[in-house]
């Protein structure tokens, strides 16, 4: 049986994080084979724990999304995606908006792409 942690950036409204980088709240579900999804925490970070923070800090200090095998938002930026790599944490981001429904898009191959990435959402939260 082949498992994974998966993690969602959730808005205020439930909805998919329009930014990875400034998403305050991720849902982690644990998926299987099955194609089961159980949500199975919920990781709250503060303002210089999200991962544009962490990012821009560059000290090199693991991040609490290091320790998911997936990470889903809307958008993302390369730099955070390719720091998160570097745990073998990869980063995804998708158009859909429903938290479950991209897990499970996920894991049959089919979730939809994200949107570009949006400069501004990192410097002006």
Request: glycine share 8%.
């Amino acid at each position: 049986m082949v498992e994974k942690l998966v993690a969602v950036a959730v808005a205020n409204d439930g909805s998919i994080a329009a930014h990875a980088g400034r998403a305050l709240q991720w849902k982690v579900y644990l998926i299987s084979d099955e194609i089961n999804a159980s949500l199975t925490w919920t990781l709250n970070l503060t303002k210089t724990g999200c991962l544009h923070e962490w990012h821009v800090r560059g000290d090199g200090d693991r991040h609490p999304l290091h320790f998911v095998d997936i990470a889903i938002a809307a958008s993302a930026g390369e730099g955070v995606r390719r720091r998160l790599q570097e745990r073998n944490t990869e980063l995804f981001t998708t158009i859909e908006t429903n938290p479950e429904k991209a897990v499970k898009d996920y894991w049959t191959g089919n979730l939809a792409e994200g949107l570009p990435h949006d400069h501004k959402a990192c410097s002006h939260p």
